[in-house]
């Protein structure tokens, strides 16, 4: 339900997280579990605030590393938002309800963790339908309006698939999810409308309300006189020899016949700039930016579909996390079908739109159509490509009906601000007894950013790749509790952790047909434009 209205000088989202994310640790509100996400979802937007209930999940610091578990154990902190009194009444900012968070940490396996977020799902959901006013879309897509938001890493879903502590967990969150029941979405007609969902209570719609009236009041002043971030530069962690001794170890194992095709990635590496960094002298520079602060400049160069940004805030006024995601790349859309008849339920369909195949822009309008047509005609990329349909076609057949997997579309050329893609449709419809989060949880990680076949793609990756990917190559988005959704993979994508400290990845398919300077390139051609976005002296 929209609960207010606010104009924020008519932002788009993307240039207003960087204020909103400012106000929120700059006015002593971090001890309240504010955990800002955006979602593009192809022009569906939504900005989720205060979650009514948060998990996040952790490499088990206590787990032997050596022991090999049939099962992944993972810590998880569930944060649970206490209400206050509804009868308070608001007099002023000062006489605000406090708003209070309770937190408790415990060691739970991957499996079990799913069947909890499940069950949480469902018994929202009949929450819901006892209140008679379950939200519905007024649009032809799908849309959040009551659900979970957030991230499944790389680390933990390769982890989970392959049974094996070969495969680690990066030292930062690794997954993330939150019913957020309070968020904002963009207006039919301009500024943004707050939605709270129907159990919220008066006091949190309230408060909220308070907190967003003071943000919206200091935003002109900000918008008066802009900062903008310093350049930050980031480092390829390979060179191009180090790079072409992985290529060769990949191909190797192609040869001997362990996999068909291995995504092989490699890591950028930088630091956000501090006060110490000697930038003070720059009066228009933050001198302390957060990765949400190129959030601006990113989205307007790359206009991502499946675009995003989620920031974890510890107990202190500091962000624990921050993922910025300029993804061209769906991983799975959850939807619905009315049935023709009125008394049997609706079929849960699902969508997946891998990306297989690459060539840069051209830098004229007739080299950019060669270009295109040069990816179309490839039979090396279209060969890539039909092995993860194939690898995408399976994955879905163990949840779906029988015959109702179908390819819609294959080979089709989907054109980006940087690059050419060659993207394939692939669809099915659920079987009834299976959740779609459960179906999302166990498809992961994608076939387009591992290979084929996936389990033993994944443990070669973990051997030849530097580090742990962490949210890389995971997915972020949604999932109503009616289980529709959307979700995206987690390409094109950065993250930063407590310290400051900013990575960025790229990679491709390597097939035996693979050839390693046209690999190398196209990492540098895939996040070129984001580089120099990021450092305008690259």
């Known amino acids: 339900m929209i609960y207010h209205t606010f104009s924020f000088h008519n932002l788009p989202a993307d240039q207003l997280l960087p204020h909103l994310t400012d106000f929120i640790e700059q006015s002593n509100l971090s001890h309240l579990p504010w955990h800002p996400c955006w979602l593009n979802n192809e022009g569906e937007q939504v900005i989720g605030l205060l979650p009514k209930n948060a998990w996040s999940a952790y490499k088990n610091s206590d787990?032997?590393?050596?022991?090999?578990?049939?099962?992944?154990?993972?810590?998880i902190l569930k944060t649970s938002r206490q209400e206050p009194n509804d009868n308070i009444e608001l007099q002023s900012s000062s006489s605000l309800p406090s708003i209070q968070s309770h937190s408790e940490r415990y060691v739970i396996d991957y499996q079990s963790w799913i069947e909890e977020l499940t069950c949480y799902c469902n018994e929202a959901l009949m929450q819901q339908q006892e209140t008679d006013s379950a939200p519905t879309s007024s649009t032809s897509k799908p849309t959040y309006h009551?659900?979970?938001?957030?991230?499944?890493?790389?680390?933990?879903?390769?982890?989970?698939?392959?049974?094996?502590?070969?495969?680690?967990?990066?030292?930062?969150?690794c997954a993330f999810l939150a019913h957020y029941d309070v968020y904002l979405k963009p207006s039919a007609t301009q500024g943004w409308e707050l939605h709270t969902g129907s159990l919220t209570s008066a006091a949190i719609k309230k408060t909220i309300v308070s907190y967003l009236q003071r943000f919206e009041e200091g935003l002109l002043d900000l918008l008066q006189h802009p900062i903008s971030p310093p350049a930050l530069p980031l480092t390829a962690l390979w060179s191009a020899d180090q790079y072409?001794?992985?290529?060769?170890?990949?191909?190797?194992?192609?040869?001997?016949?362990?996999?068909?095709?291995?995504?092989?990635?490699?890591?950028?590496?930088?630091?956000?700039?501090?006060?110490?960094?000697?930038?003070?002298?720059?009066?228009n520079f933050?001198?302390?930016?957060?990765?949400?602060?190129?959030?601006?400049?990113?989205?307007?160069?790359?206009?991502?579909?499946?675009?995003?940004?989620?920031?974890?805030?510890?107990?202190?006024?500091?962000?624990?996390?921050?993922?910025?995601?300029?993804?061209?790349?769906?991983?799975?859309l959850f939807d619905k079908t009315k049935a023709t008849d009125p008394s049997q339920p609706s079929k849960q369909q699902i969508i997946t739109k891998p990306i297989k195949g690459t060539l840069p822009r051209g830098t004229t309008k007739e080299q950019d159509e060669q270009l295109k047509h040069q990816l179309a005609q490839s039979e090396k990329d279209k060969a890539e490509n039909v092995m993860i349909v194939d690898l995408l076609r399976n994955d879905l057949g163990k949840y779906a009906e029988v015959g109702?997997?179908?390819?819609?579309?294959?080979?089709?050329?989907?054109?980006?601000?940087?690059?050419?893609?060659?993207?394939?449709?692939?669809?099915?419809?659920?079987?009834?007894?299976?959740?779609?989060?459960?179906?999302?949880?166990?498809?992961?990680?994608a076939g387009s950013i591992t290979g084929t076949p996936k389990k033993r793609a994944v443990e070669i990756i973990s051997e030849l790749e530097s580090a742990p990917r962490g949210a890389y190559c995971g997915t972020l988005g949604y999932m109503n509790f009616d289980g529709t959704g959307q979700w995206n993979v987690l390409i094109r994508s950065l993250q930063a952790n407590s310290q400051g400290e900013v990575a960025l990845w790229a990679g491709g398919g390597i097939t035996v047909g693979s050839n390693c300077a046209a690999e190398y390139q196209e990492c540098h051609d895939k996040v070129g434009n984001l580089l120099a976005i990021l450092d305008p002296k690259v």
Request: net charge negative.
């Open 63 to 75: 787990l032997d590393s050596t022991l090999k578990e049939p099962n992944l154990n993972i810590e």
């Open 146 to 173: 009551s659900g979970l938001m957030g991230f499944i890493g790389y680390d933990i879903g390769a982890r989970a698939l392959a049974a094996s502590p070969e495969i680690k967990l990066a030292d930062q969150p």
């Open 244 to 283: 072409a001794q992985a290529f060769h170890q990949t191909q190797q194992y192609l040869y001997q016949g362990d996999s068909y095709q291995i995504n092989l990635t490699q890591k950028w590496q930088g630091k956000l700039a501090t006060s110490t960094d000697r930038i003070l002298s720059q009066d």
């Open 286 to 332: 933050n001198p302390n930016p957060n990765l949400v602060d190129y959030l601006p400049a990113l989205h307007q160069n790359t206009q991502a579909p499946f675009a995003g940004y989620l920031a974890l805030t510890h107990s202190s006024s500091d962000l624990e996390f921050e993922l910025l995601s300029c993804s061209p790349e769906l991983f799975v």
């Open 404 to 445: 109702s997997v179908k390819v819609s579309k294959l080979f089709a050329i989907e054109s980006f601000s940087n690059v050419h893609h060659m993207v394939s449709t692939i669809t099915a419809t659920i079987k009834e007894e299976h959740h779609p989060l459960m179906v999302l949880f166990n498809s992961l990680p």
